[in-house]
């Protein structure tokens, strides 16, 4: 009961003190409890302690990058990360993203799309919760040619062997499954997948995933023969 009341927290990692300092006042204006550090050694070592609800990271910061951080914590933990940066570059994107990110926004950004993005993650990440505590429902893996996509357990398999996933991964790849055949446009997605209306997101975020996941389930990820591309629409994933 208690948990439920609990103030969620969310850990900022900022060496910039100003901007540190505005975070966190427009954070804890929005009800969440915010703690800050201003290294990436500090950063780590508080993100490890599993006490917060999200994190955002700059990613240029003394001591330790914020993608070393997201890489380390990724080894533990789920804990939703968003990347605050001002490098904008499509490259750093990318591996924001490939160390397991699960978004990134780029300074000068609106506080109110970085709280959208917070609340959505947060609302996500609190929502698989609630449905893992769930025990009499049974569902039912579901098999997509040589994929397995086990919803119990949160895990995918191909050919008996476990597929390394990211939770927007699995969340992206467990939706198609569960609607195979049937094309999403990477808005649908962004929205279903990402919680975002198309104001705050961006699209490109749904191309790198797929482009990540194709990566790990596709003999040829440049051709891939399960998660399809419909030219003019978007993604599906196709019953082999
Ligand atoms: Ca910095």
Not at 119 to 133: D, F, M
Not at 216 to 236: A, N, Q
């Amino acid at each position: 009961m208690e948990e439920k009341e609990r103030a969620k927290r969310i850990l900022v990692v900022e060496d910039e003190r100003n901007i540190a300092a505005v975070l966190a006042y427009n954070i804890r204006k929005e009800g969440y409890e915010c703690d800050v550090a201003y290294d990436g050694e500090k950063g780590l070592e508080m993100a490890l302690t599993d006490a917060y609800d999200l994190l955002l990271l700059d990613i240029m910061l003394p001591k330790m990058t914020g993608f070393e951080i997201c890489d380390q914590v990724r080894m533990k933990s789920q804990v939703p990360i968003i990347f605050v940066t001002a490098r904008e570059e499509e490259k750093d994107r990318i591996l924001g993203l490939e160390t397991g990110a699960d978004d990134y926004v780029t300074k000068p950004f609106s506080f109110k799309e970085l709280m959208a993005r917070v609340r959505a993650n947060i609302r996500r990440s609190s929502g698989e919760v609630v449905k893992r505590a769930e025990p009499e429902k049974t569902v039912e893996p579901i098999r997509v040619g040589d994929l397995v996509i086990d919803r119990e357990h949160y895990s995918v398999t191909k050919g008996g062997e476990v597929i390394e996933l990211s939770k927007k991964d699995y969340d992206l790849i467990a939706f198609l499954a569960e609607n195979v055949g049937v094309a999403f446009t990477r808005e649908e997605l962004l929205e279903k997948i990402w919680g975002y209306d198309d104001y705050y997101g961006d699209i490109r975020t749904v191309d790198v995933t797929i482009t990540r996941i194709r990566k790990k389930i596709e003999k040829d990820s440049s051709h891939p023969e399960y998660l399809m591309t419909k030219r003019g629409v978007g993604y599906f994933l196709c019953n082999r």
